[in-house]
């Protein structure tokens, strides 16, 4: 009987092999979902954990794009597979993050995790869109659970962090004196000639110095599509609206000014200006706190990057492209 169990374990050993090695024997689940996509000072990132927020990634996107955004080339690589690095490396960046919270003793309470909770179900309102939504994210109710209470310490880590990053008054004043344009609310109200090649801008830039009407022309020449219909007219705009060189040169008109030739990234424009108007900027005092709050922004945005950077470069991680 010893020996018959052993030939049949054997055997069945072999089939194994055999079938395995014509592509019959299908991968085990478990073992796929906790394979690792990265690791981060030892600890693994499992393929579960990759599949669920790149779940999330991929809802966002297809929200905004649809569904055909995964076949466009983002600089010769598949957008599915630039995504995919993103989303390995913002798990990559949440652990780090979390390893040194705890180090730091930062944690969470359970009445902080539940009232973040009820907050987000009260959000949706109906219980069962929310399980749905899990459901739809690859998410039971236990792992939400984890992901909230993670959220809620890496905004604390956050916080923790930035504590001591401030704007001071003289860089507020520095950005009001080195960006007025932002704080006044000028206006033009312009026409515009737009040609496809110098050549034919400079001839039809004759033909207008010659008086010919400016908007006839537009309508005539322009390649701007919308010409047909409003004869070159772009209405009124302030700082902004418009792509660099066109703003500049037209407010640098006068009502009634027709511009040299203008070359932006469309071809080249022709400008005549109608009408200006020309304010004083908003006073410092009231434009103030916005400023400051602009600054801090991107003063911590700036920081926090420089934080996970260094905590990367001092990390030991290694990732894994095929489990993805």
């Known amino acids: 009987m010893k020996i018959k169990r052993v030939s049949l374990l054997a055997a069945a050993l072999a089939l194994s092999i055999v079938v395995a090695g014509c592509g019959i024997v299908k991968k085990n689940p478990e073992a796929e979902k906790n394979s690792a996509v990265a690791k981060v000072n030892g600890q693994v990132i499992t393929k579960e954990e990759f599949d669920q927020e790149f779940e999330f990634y991929k809802n966002s996107f297809e929200a905004q794009y649809g569904s055909d955004i995964w076949n466009q080339d983002i600089d010769g690589r598949k957008f599915t597979d630039v995504v995919k690095e993103q989303v390995v490396e913002a798990l990559i960046n949440d652990r780090l993050v979390l390893e040194d919270a705890q180090k730091q003793g930062i944690e969470v309470t359970q009445q902080e995790a539940d009232l973040e909770i009820q907050e987000i179900k009260d959000y949706y309102g109906d219980e069962q869109e929310f399980l749905e939504l899990l459901a739809a994210q690859g998410l039971n109710e236990e792992q939400f659970v984890g992901k909230v209470k993670q959220d809620i310490i890496k905004s ?109 990234q469309f071809g080249y424009h022709i400008i005549k200006v109608f009408d200006k108007t020309i304010v004083d900027p908003s006073p410092f005092e009231e434009v103030k706190d916005g400023i400051e709050s602009s600054l801090l922004y991107y003063e911590r945005e700036a920081r926090y990057s420089q934080i996970l950077t260094e905590m990367r470069e001092q990390a030991d991680v290694e990732t894994f492209p095929k489990n993805m």
């Open 156 to 264: 604390k880590y956050r916080e923790k962090v930035l504590e001591n990053v401030s704007v001071s008054e003289e860089d507020i004043r520095q950005y009001y004196d080195e960006n007025t344009k932002e704080f006044k609310n000028d206006t033009v109200r312009a026409s515009h000639i737009l040609l496809d090649t110098r050549e034919e801008a400079e001839e039809v830039l004759a033909k207008v110095k010659a008086g010919e009407d400016f908007n006839q022309l537009a309508e005539q020449y322009s390649v701007d599509p919308s010409a047909k219909t409003s004869m070159g007219d772009l209405g009124e705009f302030g700082y902004g609206d418009m792509i660099e060189p066109f703003e500049q040169a037209a407010f640098a008109l006068d009502e009634g000014e027709i511009s040299d030739i203008v070359e932006t």
